[in-house]
């Protein structure tokens, strides 16, 4: 949360956003994917001691999975953290349409890609704003009719930017 914020959002989409960030602080999701996070270098540093001489290409493998691994972990549960923040904010406000508006805003002028592939998701610590739209829409029973309209109208102001954006 930044001060930018509050020149971008007003009313009804800051409350979501304030509600999105309490929610982090509510269900104490810094110290949680820090004790993970803990957990997992632990995991790995154990299995690094008992693991044998391994051969050089299985080595190399190894190393590559031992720095690969915490960091999957990290970004899957920072992501499952946010949709979890998105719905406590969506149950504080109520507003599925206002929730949608709140976040398309902020990816837009942020210049954050609408939309990515699951291999490129892996490595974020936010879902795309598709994903979450589609999240919010079905937590805070939106119609499809308006998340189709929202995605169109997105989609539109984005190709003005010249900015990316998702599937229509």
């Given at each position: 949360?930044?001060?930018?914020?509050?020149?971008?959002?007003?009313?009804?989409?800051?409350?979501?956003?304030?509600?999105?960030?309490?929610?982090?602080?509510?269900?104490?999701?810094?110290?949680?994917?820090?004790?993970?996070?803990?957990?997992?270098?632990?995991?790995?540093?154990?299995?690094?001691?008992?693991?044998?001489?391994?051969?050089?290409?299985?080595?190399?493998?190894?190393?590559?999975?031992?720095?690969?691994?915490?960091?999957?972990?990290?970004?899957?549960?920072?992501?499952?953290?946010?949709?979890?923040?998105?719905?406590?904010?969506?149950?504080?406000?109520?507003?599925?349409?206002i929730a949608?508006?709140?976040?398309?805003?902020?990816?837009?002028?942020?210049?954050?890609?609408?939309?990515?592939?699951?291999?490129?998701?892996?490595?974020?610590?936010?879902?795309?704003?598709?994903?979450?739209?589609?999240?919010?829409?079905?937590?805070?029973?939106?119609?499809?009719?308006?998340?189709?309209?929202?995605?169109?109208?997105?989609?539109e102001r984005?190709?003005?930017?010249?900015?990316?954006?998702?599937?229509?």
């Amino acid at each position: 949360m930044t001060d930018v914020c509050i020149h971008w959002l007003h009313g009804a989409q800051l409350d979501f956003v304030i509600g999105h960030e309490l929610a982090h602080i509510q269900q104490k999701h810094g110290w949680r994917n820090l004790r993970i996070a803990g957990a997992v270098y632990a995991g790995i540093a154990a299995l690094t001691l008992a693991v044998p001489h391994l051969p050089f290409i299985w080595r190399v493998f190894f190393k590559f999975g031992v720095i690969l691994i915490p960091l999957l972990v990290f970004y899957s549960v920072s992501r499952r953290f946010e949709f979890a923040a998105d719905r406590t904010a969506l149950e504080f406000t109520g507003e599925g349409e206002i929730a949608i508006r709140a976040l398309a805003t902020l990816y837009f002028r942020s210049g954050v890609p609408a939309n990515c592939n699951n291999f490129d998701e892996m490595f974020m610590t936010h879902p795309s704003l598709w994903r979450r739209i589609d999240a919010i829409a079905r937590v805070g029973q939106v119609p499809i009719e308006c998340v189709t309209s929202f995605r169109k109208q997105f989609n539109e102001r984005a190709d003005d930017f010249n900015l990316p954006h998702g599937p229509e």
